[in-house]
């Protein structure tokens, strides 16, 4: 059955724990609870004791009734076993009260934990890892691991009420006691035979689960694409192979979690057997009465019942386990932008900034195979804009991203303001940073909210300065509702250009000292983009801009120009100095921008001619 397993390998984060390990874990998010642990605790140890009651009471009652047979004397053992009866469900039914209380909290801590533990790391991780197994971990594992603390408290009930029976049985026939005893053996060691096999199964159906919501949330983010190329059939085979393997993995977990209860009763079978024949020798000699017998008869189901929930236990326990494993994985899994670095980070405040930016012989690799900047130097002077062109793979993106400290780099340096960008708080680091990548990302909510997004506590007066700062604020007549127009999941209600000028205006508000634009208006109409030009004009002016140039525009607008190949700066200088040299970057004036020229001045006339006729 090796082929159900192909592609549910272990992600690179993961990590073994030991059981000990995983419980003080779980006993740490327990402890802030102790006094409701204590009085569930207590409400368990009373529902045992009424649940051992009954028994005991009836078995007595036997003997008494064999005595003394009156109405009086069955009327007050009935009202014993109903009052034992209605105390325990009044007991049982104030340990589920709390102790669903404290599950819940302790649950809704984990997730907090994991889901900011996620947040925190840099993209890299999110890189190598799909997005759809994260959160499957944040999800499901973390509901998971709420049925491993239900099933420790269901496991000391029963702990509980098979050591109460047990010193009872000791009272009436140490003998027999023994033999019942003597059967913990062979029930411990069948429940420990499937410890390790029980977790195995168990982590590899939480991967396949992970892998099959992975591939249904990439699905139904590109279902764009696949409708446009018809592959919605490729999409529904990818499915049905990944389901047909998470049945199979599914059949061989049932399977093995459920071999153990037919194990455990056959051992019950012989239990009870050797019980009858023993006890019924017993009360035959006299050494135990009728009542006794049956208690003990009635022992062996209260006993072996609990002993099977607990091997079956240890199976589910071990599920859970899993599922906290794979929690505490993600949790204890270091972002590389932190750990990096041999010294102190994090430990210098990062306000006031001016914006000067320096990177000394830097090497950088994504995954390590392929050295993306190998040994990188430029100097970005305050309030200077600098384009960065060059062929796609270049590096230009790369030098964008490290300077937003989103990667940790290899080697060499990273300098703002003449300070080690490692050792800059990052929180207070990145309100100074402005960034609009090649696709703006939108949230749900209006255009208002998105705004807002770069200064939450911003006013409405203030959002709206910043929206009309772009292109005068033309922009916003073009929206059904102006800021309050819904803009959909990822922003779908409004086109590539507009999504644009939410970003900027989002950026505008947040007055960044460093701005970083991964231009791309390729894909907007001359007007949509003479808009998002000036308002880069209103965004770049006095402060240090870093712009991924596609447009000729932006490039001649820039301070100056850097041009890039294989991760090294091969050229550099003003529009017109680098065509006077006639390098690499004429080659890509006549290759990409030259065919701009005219466009952006057509876009200039057209805009004009609108804003004409709409003041008329």
């Known amino acids: ?362 090497a950088f690799t994504y995954t390590g195979d392929e050295v993306v900047l190998p040994d990188f130097t430029l100097e970005i002077r305050p309030k200077e804009t600098v384009a960065l062109v060059g062929h796609t793979g270049a590096g230009k993106s790369s030098v964008a991203r490290l300077i937003a400290r989103f990667y940790e780099f290899q080697g060499g340096e990273l300098l703002i303001d003449g300070r080690n960008i490692r050792r800059l708080d990052l929180n207070q680091y990145r309100q100074h940073i402005g960034l609009v990548p090649q696709e703006p990302f939108l949230f749900s909510g209006t255009v208002r909210d998105n705004i807002r997004y770069g200064r939450p506590g911003a006013t409405d007066e203030q959002v709206l300065e910043a929206a009309l700062r772009i292109s005068n604020g033309d922009w916003l007549a073009d929206l059904p509702d102006g800021l309050d127009t819904y803009v959909g999941e990822r922003g779908a209600n409004l086109s590539m250009g507009q999504r644009q000028l939410v970003a900027l205006a989002r950026v505008v508000l947040k007055d960044p000292v460093i701005f970083i634009l991964d231009e791309a208006t390729a894909s907007v109409d001359p007007f949509t983009e003479a808009q998002i030009q000036e308002g880069l004009e209103t965004i770049m002016r006095d402060r240090t801009a870093i712009v991924i140039a596609h447009r000729l525009s932006t490039v001649k607008n820039a301070d100056r120009i850097i041009v890039m190949e294989n991760g090294r700066i091969i050229e550099e200088g003003t529009h017109y100095e680098l065509l006077s040299r006639g390098g690499h970057y004429a080659e890509l004036y006549n290759t990409y921008f030259r065919h701009q020229s005219l466009e952006y001045i057509e876009s200039l006339d057209e805009r004009v001619f609108k804003v004409a006729e709409r003041e008329t």
């Open 1 to 362: 059955m090796g082929f159900i397993l192909d592609g549910l390998e272990t992600e690179a984060y993961d990590r073994s724990y030991s059981d000990r390990e995983l419980l003080r874990r779980i006993i740490g998010y327990f402890r802030p609870y102790a006094r409701q642990m204590i009085l569930v605790a207590a409400m368990i140890s009373l529902n045992s004791l009424a649940g051992t009651g009954g028994p005991i009471l009836i078995a007595n009652a036997i003997d008494t009734l064999a005595r003394d047979p009156s109405v009086k004397t069955t009327l007050l053992l009935t009202n014993g076993v109903l009052l034992l009866g209605l105390s325990g469900w009044i007991f049982n039914y104030v340990r589920q009260l709390f102790s669903a209380r404290v599950v819940g909290n302790v649950v809704l801590q984990l997730r907090e934990d994991v889901f900011n533990a996620t947040i925190q790391h840099d993209l890299s991780f999110y890189d190598e890892h799909p997005s759809g197994k994260i959160v499957s971990r944040v999800t499901s594992d973390t509901q998971d691991f709420s049925d491993v603390a239900t099933l420790v408290m269901d496991l000391i009930s029963q702990v509980l009420l098979v050591l109460i029976l047990s010193i009872w049985l000791f009272n009436i026939n140490v003998r027999l006691t023994l033999l019942l005893l003597g059967m913990t053996p062979i029930a411990v060691t069948i429940a420990l035979s499937f410890r390790r096999v029980a977790r195995t199964v168990t982590q590899r159906a939480r991967r396949v689960t992970a892998k099959i919501n992975a591939q249904i949330q990439e699905s139904i983010s590109g279902i764009m694409v696949a409708k446009s190329f018809r592959q919605e059939q490729a999409i529904y085979d990818t499915f049905r192979v990944n389901n047909q393997q998470a049945y199979q993995v599914g059949l061989r977990r049932g399977l093995t979690l459920n071999t153990i209860f037919p194990i455990m009763g056959i051992a019950s079978g012989l239990g009870v057997a050797t019980l009858v024949y023993a006890g019924g020798l017993a009360a035959r000699s006299g050494t135990v009465t009728p009542g006794n017998w049956y208690l003990f008869m009635q022992a062996v189901g209260f006993y072996w019942w609990p002993l099977m929930n607990i091997a079956s236990f240890w199976s589910q326990f071990q599920d859970g386990l899993s599922a906290a494993e794979r929690v505490f994985a993600l949790i204890d899994r270091e972002p590389r932008v932190v750990q990096a670095a041999n010294e102190p980070v994090g430990t210098q405040h990062a306000a006031p900034l001016q914006g000067r930016i320096e990177f000394r012989h830097l």
